[in-house]
């Protein structure tokens, strides 16, 4: 099969990748709107500009990593197996939403004025939201994408080795965002009386939020998964 038989399957799912580029968005400008409270010593107004940058930057950047990958794929991507065409797209997503947070860390940085507590604290929380972007959200979209081209197969007919890896992977997310929490739990209980109400509204607001965009994107793979 030519790589360009499969960009029809590339082209649809644009709903999800809008609507999960705004999630990501507003998870960036809370932490950059955190960050600023704890950390910077910077003019409200300098503050507001520089964490909505960093709000447009987030947004664009997942935008291209949902985007722009497909729009890559030639006559000349040249593998025995359909797969490798999808691995090598959500390949080129990684690396745009690497270098997206890269620079979004850069920006943290500076609306911080390069604070020693928020260079590795932040760095906790990009790579965090970098690999929560990459293996969870992009990984799904690789799986349905897949999907849809195995449901294509006259002779596919695994219903339940799908739903159980479905299901395994919603497992697998839940048993990382219990281990987040509880770190998070810790931060809290070790925070400084005085700041401990605005961490305990930073980190509560971020984990539900998170969670919140985290069963939104498995419950759109299921639904599609079972639509079909």
């Given at each position: 099969?030519s790589?360009?038989?499969l960009?029809s399957i590339?082209?649809?799912h644009?709903?999800?990748?809008?609507?999960?580029?705004?999630?990501?968005?507003?998870?960036?400008?809370?932490?950059?709107?955190?960050?600023?409270v704890f950390?910077?010593?910077?003019?409200?107004?300098?503050?507001?500009?520089?964490?909505g940058?960093?709000?447009?930057?987030?947004?664009?950047?997942?935008?291209?990593?949902?985007?722009?990958?497909p729009?890559l794929v030639?006559a000349?991507?040249?593998?025995?197996?359909p797969?490798?065409?999808?691995?090598?797209?959500?390949?080129w997503?990684?690396v745009i939403?690497?270098?997206?947070n890269?620079?979004i860390?850069?920006l943290?940085?500076?609306?911080?004025?390069?604070?020693?507590?928020?260079?590795?604290?932040?760095l906790?929380?990009v790579?965090?939201?970098a690999?929560?972007?990459?293996?969870?959200?992009?990984?799904l979209?690789?799986?349905v994408?897949?999907?849809q081209?195995l449901?294509t197969m006259?002779?596919?007919?695994?219903?339940?080795k799908v739903?159980?890896?479905?299901?395994?992977?919603?497992?697998?997310?839940?048993?990382?965002?219990a281990?987040?929490?509880l770190?998070?739990?810790?931060?809290?209980?070790?925070?400084?009386?005085?700041?401990?109400?605005?961490?305990?509204?930073?980190?509560?607001?971020?984990?539900l939020?998170?969670m919140?965009l985290?069963i939104?994107?498995?419950?759109w793979?299921?639904?599609?998964?079972?639509?079909?």
């Open positions: 099969m790589a360009l038989e960009v590339f082209k649809e644009r709903q999800f990748a809008v609507l999960a580029s705004f999630g990501f968005a507003f998870l960036y400008i809370e932490e950059a709107w955190a960050s600023y950390w910077s010593h910077r003019p409200l107004q300098e503050a507001i500009i520089l964490i940058v960093i709000g447009v930057v987030a947004l664009g950047g997942y935008l291209a990593s949902f985007l722009f990958p729009a030639s000349t991507w040249n593998y025995p197996r797969w490798g065409v999808f691995v090598q797209v959500t390949s997503s990684y939403v690497v270098c997206v890269v620079i860390y850069g943290m940085l500076y609306l911080t004025q390069f604070a020693l507590a928020a260079s590795y604290l932040l906790r929380d790579y965090i939201y690999v929560f972007g990459m293996f969870f959200f992009h990984g979209l690789l799986y994408r897949y999907m081209y449901y006259p002779d596919f007919v695994q219903p339940i739903i159980s890896i479905s299901f395994g992977m919603g497992i697998v997310a839940l048993i990382a965002a281990f987040l929490f770190l998070d739990l810790y931060h809290f209980e070790h925070a400084s009386a005085d700041i401990q109400p605005m961490v305990g509204l930073h980190l509560y607001v971020r984990a939020y998170a919140t985290a939104a994107a498995w419950v793979h299921f639904r599609w998964i079972a639509d079909h």
